[in-house]
Nanobody
Framework: QVQLAESGGGLVHTGGSLRLSCSVS????????MGWFRQAPGKEREFFAY????????DYADSVKGRFTISRDTDKRTVYLEMSSLKPEDTAVYYC?????????????????WGQGTQVTVSA
């Protein structure tokens, strides 16, 4: 049974930082690519960060590039998201996802498995 568990969300002021974690079980973690998506109130869930199975390749949405960093620890079966210079528009529920795919039009499509999400709220 595949399980993803996000943690680390919370309330932070504008300009602050947070570190999210996503622990993964039930699949060969070292062989899967991972991604982070987020969903703000009233909006669709959107992709914003990707890391390849071996950690050698990452990709980010323009909205977070230079502020967020995705990484992974194979031994801990965990993917991380370091967020800095947070803005109110970063407020959302954050989800990790297994094997998101880059489509020919350069948009990202989510994979099958999701965690329960963790709430990030950035106050003005």
């Amino acid at each position: 049974q595949v399980q993803l568990a996000e943690s680390g969300g919370g309330l932070v002021h504008t300009g602050g930082s947070l570190r999210l974690s996503c622990s993964v079980s039930g699949l060969p973690f070292s062989m899967v690519n991972m991604g982070w998506f987020r969903q703000a109130p009233g909006k669709e869930r959107e992709f914003f960060a990707y890391i390849s199975y071996n950690g050698e390749y990452t990709d980010y949405a323009d909205s977070v590039k230079g502020r967020f960093t995705i990484s992974r620890d194979t031994d801990k079966r965990t993917v991380y998201l370091e967020m800095s210079s947070l803005k109110p528009e970063d407020t959302a529920v954050y989800y990790c996802n297994v094997n998101p795919r880059l489509l020919p039009d350069r948009t990202w499509k989510s994979g099958t498995f999701w965690g329960q999400g963790t709430q990030v709220t950035v106050s003005a």
